[in-house]
């Protein structure tokens, strides 16, 4: 049996940097990936048009300054191929490879009290021992296809954007479906249909989408950046989301006059990027989030030449509940002639044929079909693993699979000794700059791992009343916003069956810091040590 202080799960952003800091930290660790390479998202999503939605500039690690000086990313919204090579780069340039054993899923994880350690089972059958067991699963790794009747029958090429084929795939002279229309989605039908010789989008709800307006970047541009980085970092720390693409505004919506309002809206739009910071009160107030969700909706009006096909694809909902997606020419894709719309919420689908998709009012004959359906988020990947704390509680049961999510700072749950999870349900995570709250999470990690190494610690469990309070508040700023109120993958509602209590901290990023690092000042307050 294998001995590590260490163990990780995942290899994507936040397995590459935990397993540098650990080691760094003078650690033996051993990161378990299911893929055969580094990346995580990046390696999983090769689908046409993926691409990162946080600036490049921001979406990338800060730890090393060489290493920010070093990269020079292309464009405005690097691709995926891109984001990739600099995984692959960062895997390399620190020598992280030999710590990490590919194709193997961790399928098992229990806390053996007696031991003070984690017992972590491979699909390999292997059993490693560990003091620390870390997560870095992922909030989006786990595919979620839905269990239409006939699945297995179909007869053409099937995708999921989340496990797309290393292979090129060709979608020329065939007659393609897409099903979903959120951020996956979005990117590819663009790309897909200029392939396709006929494209059927399958819409159940339609989507707030504004422009990217990706752009190549100028080297001028990137090198001041680069030459500015620190300052950069000092305003990044301070701002909600981590970035500073957008500075969340400081007034109402109805502080301005309607006139003011729409060039607000309009300069937005040029610009490209999400609207729901434009004014503060956008997704907490029903009336000013509606002047943003018409604007978009007039902007598909104009765009989309069929006035009922525009009609079609305008959200009714509150803008920013679910996701907000930025496109790349995906309304103008609906004026072409080889796209049909197809509203599944009035036609729902009743099943996959071996031809095809048949919905209740038609026959849809289709060469492949691609699952932009998203994903078991937020809890799917950590699920799949049989985790138990002491006296053998399962995690999943623990939260009521989902139901009753209860976490300290998203970081550590009671129950579950020497556990992290980085990027853990009730932190800021999927609602924010990734890589920014992951490299914090990892850094907050490795310090309370360094406290419990000087201090001959053996055991850091957060205290039952320290998560009940966390988890509390966590909700209670949600509740002050309309993000709990609408139907999406942060509640689990795009799976079927599926329930979760809201499990992401909105205080946003600063303020969370702030919160982290008191704890650990407070010499690790709200965790009970021995
Ligand atoms: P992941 O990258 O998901 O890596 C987790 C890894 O863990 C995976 O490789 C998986 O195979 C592995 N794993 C899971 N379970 C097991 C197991 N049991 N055993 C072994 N290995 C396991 N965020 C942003 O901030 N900005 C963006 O622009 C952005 N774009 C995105 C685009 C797409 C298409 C998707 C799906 C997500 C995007 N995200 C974005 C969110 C993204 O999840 C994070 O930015 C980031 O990549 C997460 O890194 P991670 O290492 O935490 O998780
Ligand atoms: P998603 O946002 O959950 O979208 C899934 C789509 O599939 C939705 O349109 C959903 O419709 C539809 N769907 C699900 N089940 C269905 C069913 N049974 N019948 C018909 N339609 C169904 O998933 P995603 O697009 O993969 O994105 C997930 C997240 O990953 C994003 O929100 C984002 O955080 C990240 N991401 C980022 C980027 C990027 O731009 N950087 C790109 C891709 C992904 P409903 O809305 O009705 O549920």
């Not at 053998?392 to 992290?420: C, H, Q």
Request: glycine letters at 8%; one cysteine or more.
């Amino acid at each position: 049996m294998d001995n590590y202080d260490a163990i990780v799960v995942g290899a994507g952003f936040s397995g590459l940097y935990m397993l540098h800091r650990l080691r760094e930290a003078g650690l033996s660790a051993r990161v378990y990936e299911v893929g055969d390479n580094v990346g995580g998202v990046w390696y999983w999503n090769r689908y046409p048009g993926a691409r990162c939605d946080v600036e490049s500039i921001y979406y990338n690690f800060t730890f090393s300054k060489e290493l920010l000086q070093e990269w020079t990313w292309t464009s405005r919204y690097a691709e995926q191929p891109e984001i990739l090579a600099y995984l692959n780069h960062v895997a390399d340039r620190f020598d992280l490879r030999r710590d990490i054993q590919f194709d193997t899923r961790v399928v098992s994880a229990h806390y053996i009290e007696a031991a003070g350690k984690w017992r972590v089972e491979t699909n390999d059958g292997r059993v490693a021992m560990a003091k620390y067991f870390i997560s870095g699963v992922g909030c989006l790794s786990t595919s979620s296809t839905p269990r239409f009747e006939g699945l297995d029958t179909f007869g053409g090429e099937q995708y999921h954007t989340g496990t797309w084929p290393h292979e090129p795939v060709s979608f020329e002279g065939k007659r393609v479906g897409v099903i979903g229309t959120g951020s996956s989605g979005v990117q590819a039908i663009p790309q897909v249909a200029r392939q396709a010789a006929h494209l059927y989008v399958f819409q159940r709800t339609a989507q707030y989408s504004t422009p990217a307006a990706n752009r190549p970047y100028d080297r001028e541009y990137v090198e001041g950046i680069k030459a500015n980085y620190p300052a950069i970092r000092e305003q990044v720390l301070k701002s909600w989301g981590g970035t500073t693409t957008r500075p969340r505004g400081d007034r109402c919506a109805f502080e301005d006059t309607e006139a003011e309002r729409r060039n607000r809206y309009e300069q937005a739009w040029k610009e490209g990027g999400w609207m729901h910071g434009l004014y503060k009160d956008l997704v907490t107030d029903p009336r000013a989030n509606e002047t943003v969700g018409e604007f978009i909706r007039g902007k598909i009006r104009e765009i989309v030449k069929a006035p009922e096909i525009a009609a079609k694809l305008a959200p009714t909902y509150l803008y920013g509940v679910k996701r907000p997606v930025m496109d790349t020419g995906y309304f103008e894709t609906y004026n072409r002639d080889n796209v049909t719309l197809v509203d599944v919420k009035a036609d729902p689908i009743v099943k996959i044929t071996p031809t095809g998709l048949r919905t209740r009012d038609a026959d849809y004959p289709l060469d492949a079909i691609i699952f932009a359906t998203g994903y078991d988020a937020m809890t799917g990947a950590l699920f799949r693993i049989d985790i138990r704390g002491k006296d053998g509680v399962s995690l999943r049961d623990k939260w009521s699979n989902g139901e009753r999510i209860r976490t300290y700072l998203g970081l550590a749950t009671a129950g579950f000794p020497n556990m992290f999870t980085i990027t853990g349900p009730e932190s800021p995570s999927v609602l924010s700059n990734m890589v920014w709250s992951i490299e914090q999470h990892v850094e907050w990690i490795d310090a309370c791992i360094r406290h419990m190494e000087v201090n001959r610690i053996a055991v850091i469990e957060a205290k039952p009343q320290a998560e009940e309070a966390w988890s509390r508040h966590c909700h209670e700023v949600a509740d002050a916003t309309l993000f709990p109120k609408g139907d999406s993958w942060y509640n689990g509602s795009n799976v079927e069956g599926k329930k979760m209590s809201f499990p992401i901290y909105l205080a946003g990023i600063s303020v969370y810091r702030e919160i982290c690092d008191r704890v650990a000042a407070n010499g690790y307050d709200g965790f009970q040590q021995a």
